[in-house]
């Protein structure tokens, strides 16, 4: 297992810079007062990589922590919330906002495709009364991206706040938090930062805090709660002890980050070949169109049974890539080009053992997709 390359569209390899910063001593991070300053700069540098002045909050917990503290924090009982759906993860916000208390509208679009905003501004003309809205940015199972600066922008028109999970794209492509005027954004570590899993994060403007601070009702949880976390800095205090060993590594993560100018250039350059191989080979890309440039889902063929692909992908070829899930579960393969994945080789020699796979598993490809993705590099 030790050299086998992890492909999955998160949790993503983890550099060797970020393992060895895990292991540096810790300090009380209750207690030492250089922690305080130490959360601050991680979190400045967060604000830096999604473009904004809003707090940035770090959790100790995966993406979903972020996601249903965001629910947990903003919605009461009674709110009218607005769940926008095209995609797994996009369905699965209706549930977070019903467990506490919305009383939810979810408008859904094809799952194969972006949110059309043209039909969104549309609808919006027509019905606006929401309180907030919830989207997905990168839709991780189908790999689709939805144009986030755009959907906000016509959120905005309308006063209905936003609650906008990006945990699989926030570092792979660009965010513009302020400009696009995004109320709560929230990542995870595993994916395109590619620290392990572990640390949710999110960015909340000053709406969002006063829908925070002005419920009339308690906020139901105190792991969740955002009202514990406004004034940390101020009071030297932390509503539970901060994973301060996996904070380490967010910083280090984020200082190789900062420093790497072709970041976007990469992710969108090695996404392309690998859309630009799919597409000329006979197999299908999953999208029509919205194609993440962090994953991509293929469409596995008849043929080919997902699980004999796979144990043939790990074990003979030392590579891992992932299914997916619900309702694309044993239909779709996805490949992660996130954070430390997005490298020539590492996709090289990913299409190399898919192809040989594919090949093994007697079907018939058209072309030698590691071959082509090449070709489409230069
Ligand atoms: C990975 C991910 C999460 C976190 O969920 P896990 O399945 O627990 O990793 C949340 N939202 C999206 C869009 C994700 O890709």
Same mark, same amino acid.
């Given at each position: 297992m030790s050299d086998l390359l992890i492909m999955t569209p998160g949790p993503t390899e983890v550099s060797e810079e970020v393992r060895r910063a895990m292991s540096q001593k810790i300090t009380n991070p209750d207690l030492d007062p250089d922690f305080f300053d130490f959360y601050l700069d991680v979190s400045s540098k967060l604000q830096q990589v999604i473009k904004t002045k809003n707090d940035v909050i770090i959790m100790s917990g995966e993406g979903i922590l972020g996601l249903e503290s965001a629910c947990a924090s903003l919605i009461e009982p009674g709110d009218k919330v607005l769940v926008l759906d095209n995609g797994i993860f996009g369905r699965g916000f209706a549930d977070f906002a019903d467990l506490y208390g919305a009383e939810v509208t979810k408008w859904e679009f094809p799952y194969n495709e972006e949110i059309d905003t043209n039909e969104l501004a549309e609808k919006l003309a027509a019905e606006?009364?929401?309180?907030?809205?919830?989207?997905?940015?990168?839709?991780?199972?189908?790999?689709?991206?939805?144009?986030?600066?755009?959907?906000?922008?016509?959120?905005?028109?309308?006063?209905?706040?936003?609650?906008?999970?990006?945990?699989?794209?926030?570092?792979?492509?660009?965010?513009?938090?302020?400009?696009?005027?995004?109320?709560?954004?929230?990542?995870?570590?595993?994916?395109?930062?590619?620290?392990?899993?572990?640390?949710?994060?999110m960015s909340v403007s000053d709406a969002a805090w006063d829908a925070v601070n002005n419920?009339?009702?308690?906020?139901?949880?105190?792991?969740?709660?955002?009202?514990?976390?406004?004034?940390?800095?101020?009071?030297?205090?932390?509503?539970?002890?901060?994973?301060?060993?996996?904070?380490?590594?967010?910083? %280090?993560?984020?200082?190789?980050?900062? +420093? $790497?100018?072709? /970041?976007?250039?990469? &992710?969108?350059?090695i996404a392309e070949a690998v859309r630009k191989a799919i597409a000329e080979s006979n197999l299908n890309l999953f999208a029509e169109n919205g194609h993440s440039d962090t994953v991509t889902a293929i469409e596995i063929p008849d043929s080919i049974n997902y699980q004999e692909l796979n144990q043939l992908m790990t074990e003979s070829?030392?590579?891992?890539? %992932?299914?997916?899930?619900?309702?694309? +579960? $044993?239909?779709? /393969?996805?490949?992660? &080009?996130?954070?430390?994945?997005?490298?020539?080789?590492?996709?090289?020699?990913?299409?190399?053992?898919?192809?040989?796979?594919?090949?093994?598993?007697?079907?018939?490809?058209?072309i030698e997709l590691h071959k082509v993705f090449i070709n489409k590099m230069d």
């Open positions: 606006n009364d929401f309180k907030f809205a919830t989207f997905v940015h990168c839709e991780t199972p189908t790999g689709i991206i939805n144009n986030i600066g755009e959907i906000t922008k016509l959120l905005n028109e309308h006063n209905i706040l936003s609650i906008v999970d990006s945990v699989s794209a926030i570092g792979g492509v660009p965010i513009e938090v302020d400009e696009w005027g995004i109320d709560i954004i929230l990542g995870g570590s595993q994916k395109c930062l590619s620290v392990p899993p572990g640390l949710t994060f419920r009339e009702t308690p906020v139901r949880g105190y792991y969740t709660n955002l009202q514990l976390w406004q004034n940390w800095y101020e009071e030297k205090y932390f509503p539970y002890t901060q994973a301060i060993s996996d904070i380490y590594a967010l910083n %280090a993560a984020l200082d190789k980050w900062l +420093e $790497d100018q072709e /970041i976007f250039a990469r &992710h969108n350059k070829h030392n590579v891992m890539i %992932a299914g997916s899930l619900g309702e694309f +579960e $044993d239909k779709l /393969i996805r490949i992660g &080009h996130m954070g430390e994945n997005c490298y020539e080789e590492k996709l090289y020699r990913t299409l190399k053992a898919f192809d040989h796979s594919l090949r093994e598993l007697g079907f018939n490809l058209n």
